[in-house]
């Protein structure tokens, strides 16, 4: 059972390039999200899903974008990629009923921008 | 504005005693709180929660203490063992999104 996948793990980039980190779950949870991490920050919320074609910004959302079109996947755009957004990344999921369920959380993605 | 805070960034203590790792919270409307575990190059894994309908919760050797008054959670590990090294992160639930504190690594030595 594969759980909540990430692609890529490792991703070097130029400032102003431009990528997206993949997430993919096989649990059928409605709820997805994305966070970096940062030393000394712990886990900041970016954008977040509560199903297929609804999205909404979490806490730091500025510099990304995000799409919903399937339950499964919930790709993490960088349009122009900045040096501030080197960080882990990591998507989760979550059958939500409300905030009381866990979160399943990938690998993450290790983003360098040089 | 972080509305979680885990203070303490480290933590060490001896293989078979207590671990007691704490959380501060800001917001009165989180009404859910949970404790992840992280281990280097993996994804934070899921370890006990709790509702804030109640005073404490009991997972094996696992137990979480919610002081709503105060605003304050703790994690409580007996006995520590070698396993339980890693960082962990307390986390809060208004809505629709999680919360997370900085996290604590915490270190148990043999």
């Known amino acids: 059972n594969a759980g909540v996948t990430q692609t890529p793990k490792f991703q070097v980039l130029k400032t102003g390039q431009s990528m997206t980190l993949q997430c993919a779950q096989d649990m059928n949870h409605e709820y997805m999200s994305w966070y970096r991490q940062d030393p000394g920050m712990g886990l900041r919320l970016i954008h977040y899903?509560?199903?297929?074609?609804?999205?909404d910004q979490g806490e730091v959302p500025n510099g990304y974008n995000v799409s919903r079109s399937t339950t499964e996947d919930f790709p993490l755009r960088l349009l122009s990629a900045a040096p501030s957004q080197t960080s882990v990344y990591f998507c989760?999921?979550?059958?939500?009923?409300?905030?009381?369920?866990?979160?399943?959380f990938g690998q993450g993605t290790r983003l360098t921008v040089v | 504005d972080q509305q979680v805070k885990q203070n303490s960034p480290s933590l060490s203590v001896q293989e078979g005693r207590i671990s007691i790792l704490n959380c501060d919270y800001t917001?009165?409307?989180?009404?859910?709180f949970l404790w992840y575990k992280k281990y280097p190059a993996e994804g934070p894994t899921f370890l006990i929660s709790?509702?804030?309908?109640?005073d404490k919760n009991e997972d094996g050797r696992f137990t979480v203490f919610l002081n709503k008054s105060a605003k304050h959670l703790s994690l409580h590990i007996v006995p520590s063992q070698p396993g339980d090294s890693a960082v962990y992160f307390c986390a809060a639930s208004p809505y629709n999104d999680m919360r997370f504190g900085a996290g604590t690594r915490l270190t148990v030595k043999p």
């Open positions: 917001n009165s409307m989180f009404d859910y």
């Open positions: 989760a999921s979550s059958s939500w009923t409300g905030g009381n369920t866990e979160a399943f």
């Open positions: 709790i509702s804030s309908i109640k």
């Open positions: 899903s509560v199903g297929a074609g609804i999205t």
